[in-house]
Every structure is written in C-alpha cells, then in structure tokens.
C-alpha cells in the first residue's frame, strides 16, 4: 500500500515538473510564489485590451504600440516580444539604469528613466503620496508617452509582468479608452480587469486590484488625464498625442 501510494505521489510530481518545464517559455526555470511556473507573460496591450472588449465588432485601440511582459524575455530573439523599438524597465537596480535586452537585427537594450528607487504598489494612491516613488512612476509614464507618440513600438516589463506592469498598463490603456467616445468607463475597467487577470501566476486574491486602482484615481481626479497632470505634471499636449495615436483606429 505504502509503494503504491509512493509511486502516484511520484507521478504527481512528474505531472506538474511536466506542466512547469511546458509552460515555462523564458530562459530558465524559475520558481514563482504566486504559481507553479513563471512564464513570458507577454501580450500586445492594444490587441489584449481589444479582444477584453467583447462588446466591440470593431477594433478600439492601435495594436502593435503597446507590449507587455515579464523580465525572462531577456537575451532571447526581440521577436518572441514583437519586435519592440525600446524597452522600458520598471524593474531597478541601484547603480544600472539600462538593463535587460533582445537581440533581432539590433540590440534594444532597456531603459530606467531617472529612476533612483525600486518601484512597488504601483497601484494604491498611498505610494503616489510618497514623493520618490511618485517621481519614478511618472519619469517611467513620461518616457512611455514620448516613446508611442514618436512612433516606436514600446516594451514594458518587471519582475513578473503582473502587478507593476499591470498597474502601468491599467494607467496606458486606461488613458488611451478614456479618450474614445464610445467606449464607457464600466467598459474600460473590465477590459483592464480582463488583460490584468490574463497573467497566468496571478493570486485570485488580486482579482478586481486594477478596478480598485482606476476607482480611486475617478474619484481623486475624475479622469487618468487629470490625475497625470497634475500628480505628474505631465504635458496635456503629449497626452493628447498619446490618446490618438492609441485611438487612431476609431478616430481621426
């Protein structure tokens, strides 16, 4: 009885290496706390958001502007991440501000923009009250607007592209629908719910985190635009670039 018993919790085992080597898509095994595995994680924001948008026959937000991932893409051919123009780190190291890289025609190496402080909590107001972390957020929301509205196609990532990128995709996205007439705000934050619970390693408990995020900014501020622009101060004429190159699909 007792063999037995040994040999099924032998092939149990087996089962989930088998299920953790198969969907393990970046370089090297890597044990992640919040599930069995930790694969790429990587997704065209707009095409994500697009597809959470079931409502919709057409098609809300530009793809091919906005990809997203986890860290593990580094080293590996740019095209396993669409073949970004730059990428943008939301992970820090004291003493590095580039690192992280894909290699295809050229070497996209990423970027750090003046960040001195390790991003966490991206996604409560509380950490936008501390004036370091509210600095590196919006040095890293100010490049990522700059880097879509001069045409690049832009990467973000951190650890585990989850809960930072998540937070950071919920402001893009949520910023880019925000400017389209016909989609609703109740719209907007399923879609962003949606893309955010398509990270595999994601804790159950985190569901509905980017809907709270995005209720709090609406009451705080009454839109993302606003509260950009003045917790970051961030330039309303590159916003406005931002929002239609992202909507350019729908609106002229």
């Known amino acids: 009885m007792f063999r037995r018993l040994f040999v ?13 080597l198969i969907k393990n898509e970046g370089p090297g095994l890597r044990w992640e706390p919040e599930g069995l595995y930790l694969d790429l994680n990587f997704r065209d924001l707009g095409q994500s958001l697009n597809e959470c948008l079931v409502e919709r026959k057409d098609k809300v937000l530009s793809e091919g502007v906005l990809l997203r991932s986890n860290k593990w893409f580094s080293g ?5 991440v669409g073949s970004p123009d730059a990428i943008l780190s939301l992970n820090y190291q004291p003493g590095k501000d580039r690192y992280y890289y894909c290699d295809g025609s050229r070497r996209i190496i990423g970027e750090v923009p003046g ?9 409560f107001l509380t ?6 972390q509210k600095s590196a ?15 690049k196609r832009l990467l973000f990532h951190c650890e585990a592209g ?14 880019a629908l925000e ?10 934050v399923r879609a962003i719910e949606c893309d955010y619970t398509k990270s595999d ?35 309303p004429d590159l916003v406005h670039r931002f929002q239609k190159k992202m909507t350019s699909v729908n609106i002229n």
């Open 8 to 20: 099924i919790s032998v092939l149990i085992g087996m089962a989930g290496l088998s299920v953790f």
């Open 76 to 80: 590996w051919d740019c095209a396993n």
């Open 115 to 123: 960040v001195s402080r390790e991003l966490n909590n991206i996604e």
């Open 127 to 132: 950490t936008w009250d501390d004036p370091q």
């Open 137 to 151: 957020i919006c040095q890293a929301i100010g490049t990522a607007l700059e880097k879509v509205t001069q045409n």
């Open 162 to 175: 989850r809960d930072r990128t998540g937070a950071f995709a919920a402001l893009l996205g949520g910023l």
């Open 179 to 188: 400017n389209h007439p016909d989609v609703t705000r109740e719209e907007a």
């Open 201 to 235: 390693s994601l804790a159950q408990v985190k569901y509905g985190r980017m809907e709270s995020f995005l209720h709090s900014i609406w009451e705080e501020s009454l839109s993302i635009e606003n509260f950009l622009i003045s917790r970051c101060g961030i330039n």
